[in-house]
């Protein structure tokens, strides 16, 4: 069986030799890089299983970092490592498409097991459902695209991962609590108002008339219902 594949980039070295340690001893493969701009072109060369990603950092910030990851459609998981009272970069790490956060100073067992609970997650959306079609939609969760009327749809990242938690949960009423913790992955987020911006952006790309919606209709009161 293979080992997933570890990417630490984190600029403070006994850091970064404390967490190879940790997590070579429960069976990882890992890798490093020391500033944003290496931690980026090793995320996209080595293709590893996850990403552990400090904020602030040399050369290019995490933020930046897991910006351009998911801009260039690397889906790869990201929990983001965040100095305590960081709150607004917590915000826009989860905004940009990060898995989870880790606030410092933090425990090893702490962060072992939110990697392990995010690729359980992620190994759990990769499996059943293959394709969908809906209206006039066409996804392909396997290649990760989607086409409306047969043209590229340009869904973002957790745009893509909304939909398709839509779709394998279709026709159940989902809390904006219970979308946050499935798709986003935490059990604490400033607000759930990132679920209905969310919700408005796919809307505009897969609905009609986004203002009377016929696919993701909402439950007032609780959140949303998927009906395609």
Wanted: proline content about 4%; glycine content about 8%.
């Amino acid at each position: 069986m293979t080992k997933p594949k570890i990417l630490i980039v984190e600029d403070e070295p006994n850091m970064v030799m404390g967490l190879t340690d940790n997590f070579e001893l429960e069976g990882y493969e890992v890798i490093s890089a020391n500033d944003g701009e290496v931690g980026l072109s090793k995320a996209i060369g080595e293709k590893p299983d996850l990403v552990i990603l400090d904020i602030m950092m040399p050369k290019k910030s995490g933020l930046d970092v897991c910006k351009e990851l998911r801009a260039k459609g690397y889906t790869m998981p990201v929990v983001m490592l965040t100095a305590r009272g960081q709150e607004i970069d917590k915000v826009v790490g989860l905004e940009l498409g990060a898995d989870d956060y880790v606030t410092k100073p933090f425990s090893i067992r702490e962060l072992l097991a939110r990697v392990k609970a995010v690729l359980r997650r992620i190994e759990g959306r990769n499996q059943g459902i293959e394709q969908y079609r809906f209206g006039n939609i066409e996804l392909d969760f396997v290649k990760h695209q989607a086409t409306r009327n047969k043209r590229p749809l340009d869904l973002s990242t957790k745009e893509f991962e909304l939909l398709k938690y839509f779709v394998q949960h279709r026709g159940e009423t989902l809390s904006r609590d219970r979308l946050l913790d499935d798709v986003w992955g935490y059990d604490q987020y400033p607000t759930t108002r990132t679920v209905d911006n969310h919700v408005a952006k796919v809307r505009q790309k897969i609905e009609e008339k986004p203002s009377e919606p016929k696919f993701i209709i909402t439950i007032h009161g609780t959140g949303y219902k998927f009906l395609g």
